[in-house]
């Protein structure tokens, strides 16, 4: 069943979502993701779903803690919620996704209380041991829109059955759940030493969605933190 929510994605270089609750509806959020919200708007920091909830949404790369946001007024009231760093929001309704979806680390943004977040182990072996940031996927599940932020810009491809798709493991964004998903390693001796990219790649087969970001946010981390090192081996900041 497709959601109903009323939502509305603005900015630019680094955007918004603005979810519009009526009476008695909610979200759950990132801790510190919140930017404002209007009258009629009640925040409340919790494990939501208990101890073990939050666990499992730890070890998917995400807070302990989670924020929820109830309308508790008797008006529409908004929310806003923004990302940490230049990107772009891309809203997701699972029920257009069978109710699943798998997404990398860090990604989740926020998303309807229907919606849960969990740990979406890969399925073989050798992804588990050589995934890079895909050792660990996020299960999105449930009724209801969730929201995901990527680094940079949103890239979408719709596979074939049998049609394979290699992706930077870092640039992987999201995936539906009919994705068959692996790891390939970069072939050649130059290509990973000097072709500034890892040792390996995603792999992922058809039928399905794959969703990607152009900018990861390690990318970016990896290019300021190697911009400041070579400054500061020339002596222009010390």
Do not use: W
Request: charged share 20%; hydrophobic share 40%.
């Amino acid at each position: 069943m497709l959601s109903r929510l009323k939502y509305n994605i603005t900015g630019h270089t680094t955007e918004i979502v603005e979810v519009i609750l009526e009476p008695g509806e909610g979200i759950h959020a990132e801790t510190g993701s919140m930017v404002f919200m209007t009258d009629g708007i009640t925040m409340r920091t919790n494990l939501g779903g208990g101890l073990l909830k939050g666990i499992k949404r730890k070890l998917a790369g995400e807070h302990f803690f989670i924020s929820t946001f109830e309308n508790t007024g008797n008006e529409r009231a908004v929310v806003g919620v923004g990302a940490y760093y230049p990107g772009k929001i891309v809203a997701i309704d699972l029920g257009q996704y069978e109710g699943k979806l798998y997404s990398q680390q860090r990604c989740f943004l926020c998303a309807e209380k229907s919606v849960e977040v969990s740990i979406g182990f890969t399925k073989r072996l050798g992804a588990g041991l050589f995934g890079g940031e895909g050792f660990i996927l996020q299960k999105l599940y449930g009724e209801g829109m969730a929201f995901l932020h990527a680094g940079g810009s949103i890239i979408r491809k719709e596979l074939l059955a049998g049609e394979t798709l290699r992706v930077d493991t870092g640039c992987l964004l999201a995936f539906s759940s009919s994705i068959d998903y692996d790891i390939t390693f970069v072939t050649g001796v130059m290509n990973p030493l000097f072709g500034g990219e890892g040792l390996i790649m995603a792999r992922l087969t058809g039928p399905g969605e794959v969703l990607m970001q152009s900018l990861p946010f390690s990318r970016l981390a990896d290019n300021i933190h190697s911009a400041i090192t070579k400054s500061g081996e020339g002596g222009k900041y010390q």
